[in-house]
């Protein structure tokens, strides 16, 4: 099982960026795959998951502005980070639900 994110770089506030999650080892189908996102110094900031109904869910913070998606004929998920903002900055990696599994990341970081 491997995830590999990318989309990540640095924006000015307001702007906006579309991370990628290509899995590949299994099929993400069947299975829930989340965002999540660590800035420096902190914990795991859980950003959104999407079931394999399509059903999506997502943290408070986020809310209106993040949207994920997936394309199970590509094996990705998709991440649509829109009006980012300073406390946005992070490495964000998604992970399949209740396993071990995840990716390395990707930086993005919001800056004037």
């Known amino acids: 099982v491997q995830f590999v994110e990318s989309g990540g770089g640095m924006v000015q506030p307001g702007g906006s960026l579309r991370l990628s999650c290509a899995a590949s080892?299994?099929?993400?189908?069947?299975?829930?795959i989340k965002w999540v996102r660590q800035a420096p110094g902190k914990g795991p900031d859980w950003v959104s998951t999407?079931?394999?109904?399509?059903?999506?869910y997502y943290a408070d913070s986020v809310k209106g502005r993040f949207t994920t998606s997936r394309d199970n004929a590509k094996n990705t998920v998709y991440l649509q980070i829109n009006n980012l903002k300073p406390e946005d900055t992070a490495l964000y990696y998604c992970?399949?639900?209740?396993?071990?599994?995840r990716g390395q990341g990707t930086q993005v970081t919001v800056s004037s």
């Open positions: 992970a399949r639900i209740n396993s071990p599994f």
């Open positions: 999407v079931f394999a109904s399509g059903a999506t």
């Open positions: 080892g299994f099929t993400i189908s069947t299975y829930a």
